[in-house]
């Protein structure tokens, strides 16, 4: 069974920087692509930022160079640390995993419940 808790969104203002984390269980990094997607009022899902099962790790190109996707294995937790914030980067947050090797177009199998990151 995997379960995915985030925790750090919140509010910011542009230009700032927040920490998104993801507690994870059932889903082993070895075997289990990891991501982080968003979806804002109005508009479609999007795939943040992915880490397959080898480590090769993806950023979309709205986030790339701000955002940094990792893993902390030993307390099994997937990280998003995001700078350089912008309105545009408000929406809700959820990490995501799905039970295979390498991840593809941002789409998972399971999803947490989400975080809210707003950016005024």
């Known amino acids: 069974h995997v379960q995915l808790v985030e925790s750090g969104g919140g509010s910011v203002q542009a230009g700032g920087s927040l920490r998104l984390s993801c507690a994870a269980s059932?889903?082993?990094?070895?075997?289990?692509?990891l991501g982080w997607i968003r979806q804002a009022p109005g508009k479609s899902r999007e795939g943040v930022a992915s880490?397959?099962?080898?480590?090769?790790?993806d950023y979309s190109g709205s986030v790339k160079g701000r955002f940094t996707i990792s893993e902390d294995n030993a307390k099994n937790l997937l990280v998003l640390e995001m700078n350089s914030l912008q309105p545009e980067d408000t929406a809700m947050y959820y990490c995501?995993?799905?039970?295979?090797?390498?991840?593809?177009?941002?789409?998972?199998?399971?999803r947490g419940q989400g975080t809210q990151v707003t950016v005024s």
């Open positions: 880490i397959d099962s080898d480590g090769t790790i």
């Open positions: 059932g889903a082993t990094a070895s075997s289990y692509c």
């Open positions: 995501a995993a799905s039970p295979v090797p390498y991840c593809y177009g941002g789409i998972f199998d399971y």
